[in-house]
């Protein structure tokens, strides 16, 4: 099974779209990973819901779909969350990135986020960019290092001191 489209999403997706986030915090948990997303599912959690129903509708919601099931999403904006400082140049931004483990080794990812880029440059930007988990074992952003992007600055995030990393890339 290979992905067999990459579908332009839509505030009605929200439903499959926390349900890859839900299914993305289960399998961190399984991993012992909890740092990044926590224990609780987005869905369960109304600040994180929220979240997702405000980039879903605001930004570009994109599903990846094997055999016509989700397998994985992501969502494009133009510009970052508001712990983020904005550049002073246009971009897009990538939010909500998750796969469902299930189809794991397949290019989910790495799909969505050529897929990104590809979407990016149609819409007349040259730079795309995305933050993520930075602790731990520091795989995530070696993830998006190994898809082309370059680390930019680092960050911390909430009362935790959550760990974070923006990663850049030209398109």
Do not use: N
């Not at 904006?77 to 483990?101: F, V």
């Not at 050529?114 to 979407?119: S, T």
């Amino acid at each position: 099974m290979e992905i067999t489209r990459i579908r332009k999403g839509s505030t009605e997706d929200i439903p499959v779209i926390l349900g890859l986030l839900d299914g993305a915090v289960d399998w961190l948990v399984s991993q012992g990973r909890t740092r990044q997303w926590g224990t609780q599912h987005w869905s369960q959690r109304p600040r994180a819901a929220e979240v997702v129903h405000r980039l879903v509708k605001a930004g570009d919601p994109w599903i990846a779909e094997i055999d016509g099931f989700p397998a994985g999403t992501l969502t494009l904006s133009e510009g970052p969350g508001d712990y983020i400082a904005p550049l002073d140049e246009p971009e897009r931004y990538i939010h909500l990135l998750a796969a469902d483990h299930r189809f794991t080794g397949r290019g989910v990812g790495s799909a969505l986020l050529a897929h990104a880029a590809e979407e990016t440059r149609r819409a007349g930007f040259s730079l795309l960019r995305v933050d993520c988990y930075a602790g731990d074992d520091g795989k995530l952003v070696a993830y998006y290092e190994r898809s082309g992007f370059t680390r930019t600055e680092a960050f911390t995030y909430g009362e935790d001191r959550w760990p974070g990393q923006v990663l850049a890339r030209r398109v």
